[in-house]
């Protein structure tokens, strides 16, 4: 197992950047005129790549023996988490959608 | 008879699970964690709207004081991977005052984070005022309930450096708790954007 200083710093600075980044876009939204949608999806992408950060330079569990169980289980979550969040906010749209007369 | 459970109770005759399997069920827990997490945010993202005439997230959200938790939060996941690197060098003085310092980052986020939420309830927007409130406090809530959690299991853990000599099995469980620390700064990475960020824009 490798523990580097360097990585810990290299995976601070870039959490600090994209906090300040996506900081900046939500109090101006105009600032590089996209409309709202668009700051919207951009934050969440700044989202996914801040929390990648912190999966590769804190969470140490992909160095661990038993690399593909604990990636595994990880992988299997995060589709469970996509069908909980992504199918309760689409069935409910069109639940409201279709009652709206 | 009590002889022999004498010996199976005695340090010498406990035999340990080998460190990376409680790693791995630790890892199972906090996935499971996860998904609790998952359904608090996909409530929160539904009910967003539902304000029942009271305060919606434009008018309650402070942002500066949102940044300065993220902030702190973010500082505190640094100084405890700085405190795991002290154990992993058997610095135990280095590992308590590291660990020490996230302790303090993290009083220092559950203050602001209380002191918001007193604030809200101040202006009558309570968890009882409408769907979205409740949706808020409860998504919120659980992920500062973790912090304290955290927080106790830190000063254990620093009262388990300073006692104990740094064998595998104690390496393991500082482990433990730096990992479940990490996790909740990644929980709060999507409160932040979702809640926060995303709450204010649309």
């Known amino acids: 197992m490798e523990h580097k200083l360097a990585s810990r710093i290299t995976g601070f600075i870039s959490s600090l950047v994209l906090t300040l980044a996506a900081y900046f876009i939500i109090i101006n939204p105009n600032f590089f005129s996209v409309d709202i949608k668009t700051a919207v999806l951009i934050i969440f992408i700044l989202a996914l790549i801040q929390s990648l950060v912190q999966l590769v330079f804190f969470i140490d569990i992909w160095k661990e023996e038993g690399f593909l169980w604990n990636i595994g289980i990880f992988i299997s979550t995060v589709s469970i988490i996509f069908i909980i969040v992504f199918f309760s906010i689409w069935i409910i749209n069109h639940l409201n959608y279709n009652m709206v007369t | ?202």
């Open chain 2, 1 to 202: 008879m009590e002889e022999a459970s004498d010996v199976a109770f005695s340090d010498a005759a406990v035999i340990e699970e080998p460190s990376d399997t409680k790693v791995f069920g630790f890892w199972v827990y906090l996935m499971t964690d996860l998904v609790i997490f998952a359904a608090l945010f996909a409530c929160f993202i539904v009910l967003r709207g539902n304000t029942f005439g009271g305060p919606t997230a434009r008018d309650l959200f402070n942002l500066p004081s949102v940044l300065a938790e993220t902030i702190i939060l973010l500082t505190s996941s640094f100084t405890c991977s700085l405190g795991m690197l002290a154990v992993h060098r058997q610095m135990k003085n280095w590992a308590i005052i590291w660990f020490f310092l996230t302790f303090l980052l993290g009083a220092a986020f559950l203050y602001i984070e209380l002191s918001e939420f007193a604030d809200f309830v101040n202006q009558g927007a309570s968890w009882q005022r409408s769907a979205f409130l409740s949706s808020f406090f409860t998504l919120v809530g659980t992920h500062g309930f973790h912090i304290t959690i955290g927080l106790l299991w830190m000063v254990v853990m620093m009262f388990h450096i300073a006692l104990r000599p740094l064998k595998e099995h104690s390496i393991s469980r500082i482990f433990r708790m730096a990992l479940f620390w990490h996790f909740l700064d990644f929980v709060w990475i999507f409160i932040f954007t979702v809640v926060y960020g995303i709450g204010y824009l649309l």
